[in-house]
């Protein structure tokens, strides 16, 4: 069964604690990232360790393989997009359709351990560009394609709760 998109706006989550996952994101900030994104990686780890990953618990949603490769993802995404607004004045972000990534990237049908590995990497990769933020850089903005605008801070908390609700859906 195909995955139904969520076309929701989480940029709520922002504003208030996730009633979900329990995350706020409002305590986050780019030192946050930096150590948070280590801590949270051996949940991953074990979870791609565990049996039947490749299998959806419900039809229309992610398996742990595809959650797990959406992170791998969603840290490669979420530095360019640092990168940019480091980089840039008030850069817009290139769209990225999650669902299309996951079905050309063949999340479903990709290794566990290699997953695993690329998961860990782009997270490290992802928590040491966090890290290497000036406090004086916190406040550079960027908007998202539907006019949606960050700060370096806030787009630490949108994608801290991005990577620790998956680890609820999941239940890792």
């Known amino acids: 069964m195909a995955i139904i998109p ?4 989480w940029t709520w989550v922002l504003q208030r604690v996730c009633p ?4 706020n994101a409002s305590d986050a900030t780019p030192a946050t990232a930096a150590t948070m994104i280590p801590a949270l990686l051996p949940r991953w780890q074990n979870a791609l360790r565990g049996a039947n990953v490749e299998e959806r618990s419900t039809p229309g949603k992610w398996s742990v ?3 797990s490769a959406h ?6 995404v ?12 008030n850069p817009t972000f290139a769209d990225w359709d999650q669902d299309t990534a996951a079905l050309d990237g063949g999340y479903s049908c990709l290794d566990p351990d290699e997953v695993a590995g690329e ?18 850089q916190w406040e550079r903005r960027g908007l ?10 806030t ?12 680890l609820h859906d999941i239940n890792a």
């Open 6 to 9: 969520d076309e929701k706006d």
């Open 20 to 23: 979900e996952c329990g995350f």
């Open 65 to 67: 393989l595809e959650y």
């Open 71 to 76: 992170v791998r993802d969603v840290f490669e």
């Open 78 to 89: 979420f530095i360019g997009r640092l990168e940019l607004m480091l980089r840039d004045e």
């Open 119 to 136: 998961l860990v990497q782009n997270g490290l990769d992802a928590a040491a560009a966090f890290a290497a933020v000036d406090e004086d």
């Open 144 to 153: 998202r394609s539907n006019g949606a605008e960050f700060t370096v801070v």
């Open 155 to 166: 787009l630490a908390g949108y994608f801290l709760h991005d990577i620790f609700h998956h």
